[in-house]
């Protein structure tokens, strides 16, 4: 049977995996299966898959399941699900038979992380209450009474998040929760945001927590530290380590040493410096740097519409505490990286033109549970045998064969240009489904969000589906991107619309040059930052025949206040959004809306109104200008119920919307 070309309603049928937990005998790996219903929602639930490829369900109902993990003895799994109204509890299923036991009986919340103790006793996770005036309690209440929702009384910057919401001046504290009777409690409250990253010591009576210290953590430079924490709840600082970011903790088998990612810098980066890995003794002391004669960084955040953002910080101790397993994010991919204690430095176990992401290792350190994917296949659940020394994971899972089997995809070419400076931008090109030579073919450029961030051999549900419907697409990662070392992420720090900038020009030549894209048929497009650079690109040029911005920025003035994460003053932004006119000037230079009075372009502007990451009024701002100037363009606002992630985890049926609008504004223009 022929193969079709991908549409866009084929999006409901994909099945989103992640999480990737193998059980401790290294024999099954459980992860997370989402799906769209006919009701037009996510529903996630659980399940196993043995060394075999044999797939077997272990949760199920409306109220869906996550975070699954394992008991340190294998027989049970804790996982959290909101299968009881309305507030998600931890539930604990024996796999020997049974129905799943709730654990816990929390009043409404968000719970995190869980983690269970070497022994199987506890449970440590995280937590944070509702405010008790936005409960569901309260809300029917107020209803029965008329009465109005309240304001918000607000003392700190952090209160909302984007794809969190507003929680007020509500934190999350770590946890326990003793499995024989129940009873959970709040060990550990040390945090003035509520962002830990915690881990049990082998003996299973302590925790290592690391968190930011600083009254005002926002305000400045992170200075994340770590505290040892008993079931008492007593807590004391390991002495002697740097100031900055400290995530993925992990205490070694032999209870000597804590590992962490983390960046001893002491700035505010914006991801911009590369993350490291750091050991230090359990007692304090001065840490090692392991990996800080490497340019690779060890947080790399990948994008697709597909999966979650792929590559964030993992730590993985051998259960002989002589080595650490890492993720490593390299030239549009991810790895498994091996880093041996003794003389640091890494070595990349996998290679080639893929993303993994790294789950954990068993307990004889022998498997590493991974996601595994590639720019033509949709993640899968894979494992990595160590023993193997191979250079892909070997895949278990096949949960979108029959997708596979009758879409036709196009496979990227990859591309490294020349661009300024003496430096090489690395690319790729999608030619369309049933390509014919030498038809010339209108061309859509995407911009990647970040900036610091990268695209790369990852399946992109968008890039397929302007590939069947006729264009050519193009995607880079130019200077300010994650996966080609320090230097080159950092060349705009605090200087947007400059190297990038650059980058960009380089690859439109390079379109404009191919004989088979139509240079007077191109199309610009991003997200986020791509947003930006989309919105600069239509400010500063005339070589593209219409353009899409997508959850944009384009007053830097107006963001550094208006964004979940202000800018701090004189840090990754030179100056501040306040004050005179030199402190505001060079934000406003770098404003895609300075230039707006030279846009000639037609343009689709594409914002949700419960964006907290980039506030609806950058796109706002974008259509009034173009409105006023009399160039066309059309705003589609999604609702508040949506966030800055829409694209890649919103509703259904408004991704389709979306893709819809996209569609039919290259059908008009290019």
Not at 541 to 567: H, L, Q, Y
């Amino acid at each position: 049977m022929p193969k079709r070309p991908i549409r866009a309603e084929d999006l409901l049928r994909i099945v989103f995996v992640g999480d990737p937990q193998i059980s401790p005998d290294g024999q099954r790996v459980l992860y997370s299966r989402k799906h769209i219903d006919e009701k037009n929602k996510y529903v996630t639930q659980l399940c196993a898959v043995d060394m075999d490829g044999c797939v077997k369900q272990l949760t199920q109902g409306e109220g869906g399941a996550g975070n699954g993990r394992w008991s340190p003895d294998g027989t049970s799994i804790a996982f959290i699900s909101g299968r009881e109204k309305p507030a998600p509890q931890i539930f604990v299923l024996p796999l020997d038979g049974g129905e799943a036991k709730k654990l816990t009986s929390l009043g409404e919340g968000a719970i995190g992380d869980l983690n269970w103790s070497p022994d199987g006793k506890r449970i440590a996770f995280t937590y944070r209450p509702t405010h008790p005036n936005r409960t569901t309690e309260a809300a029917k209440k107020r209803e029965e009474q008329g009465l109005s929702t309240p304001p918000w009384v607000l003392d700190d910057i952090y209160y909302r998040l984007d794809g969190d919401g507003y929680f007020g001046p509500q934190r999350h504290a770590i946890w326990v929760v003793e499995l024989e009777t129940g009873e959970a409690r709040e060990l550990y409250a040390g945090s003035a945001i509520g962002w830990y990253s915690f881990a049990w010591s082998p003996t299973g009576t302590e925790l290592a927590v690391a968190h930011a210290v600083e009254k005002r953590p926002l305000a400045g430079p992170a200075n994340d530290q770590i505290f040892r924490v008993d079931m008492d709840g007593q807590a004391w600082m390991l002495e002697g380590l740097p100031k900055g970011e400290k995530v993925a903790v992990a205490w070694s088998p032999d209870g000597k040493s804590i590992a962490y990612i983390g960046d001893d810098k002491n700035e505010t980066g914006w991801g911009v410096n590369n993350t490291k890995l750091f050991v230090v003794s359990a007692d304090g002391g001065s840490c090692r740097c392991l990996t800080g004669d490497t340019d690779y960084c060890l947080s790399v955040m990948g994008l697709s519409d597909t999966r979650e953002a792929y590559g964030f910080a993992a730590a993985h101790w051998s259960p002989d505490s002589q080595a650490v397993y890492v993720s490593v994010g390299w030239h549009g991919g991810t790895q498994i990286g091996f880093v041996p204690i003794e003389s640091g430095g890494v070595e990349l176990l996998t290679k080639g033109n893929h993303t993994i992401g790294v789950g954990n290792i068993s307990k004889d350190g022998e498997r590493i549970a991974c996601a595994w994917g590639d720019a033509t296949h949709i993640s899968e659940i894979a494992v990595y045998d160590l023993n193997e020394h191979a250079e892909a994971p070997r895949v278990l899972t096949h949960e979108n064969q029959k997708f596979h089997q009758e879409i036709e995809l196009v496979e990227p070419e990859e591309l490294w240009l020349d661009s300024t400076d003496d430096t090489k931008v690395h690319a790729w090109v999608m030619k369309p489904v049933d390509y014919l030579e030498p038809q010339r073919y209108p061309a859509v450029l995407e911009i990647h969000g970040g900036p610091h961030a990268q695209y790369g051999w990852a399946f992109f549900h968008e890039f397929q589906l302007l590939a069947s419907e006729g264009y050519v697409v193009v995607y880079s990662n130019p200077r300010g991107s994650k996966g080609y070392g320090e230097g080159w992420t950092a060349a705009i720090k605090g200087k947007w619309g400059d190297k990038d900038w650059a980058d960009i020009q380089t690859v439109t030549r390079w379109m404009q040059h191919q004989p088979y894209i139509h240079p007077g048929r191109m199309g610009v497009m991003g997200g986020s930052y791509g947003g930006y650079m989309t919105n600069w690109a239509i400010g500063h040029t005339r070589d593209f025949k219409a353009a899409i911005t997508d959850r944009c920025v384009s007053n830097m003035v107006s963001m550094g206040g208006s964004s979940d994460f202000p800018f701090v003053e004189d840090s990754y932004w030179p100056g501040a959004p306040w004050g005179n006119h030199e402190k505001v000037a060079e934000l406003w230079r770098q404003s895609p809306l300075a230039y707006f009075d030279e846009v000639e372009t037609p343009t689709l502007i594409i914002h949700s109104e419960g964006d907290l990451r980039c506030n609806i009024e950058q796109g706002e701002a974008v259509f009034s200008c173009l409105q006023q100037r009399g160039i066309e363009s059309r705003f589609v606002r999604y609702p508040s119920s949506t966030s800055h992630g829409m694209s890649r985890g919103g509703p259904p049926d408004l991704r389709l919307h979306r893709l819809g609008e996209i569609v039919a504004w290259w059908k008009k223009h290019l």
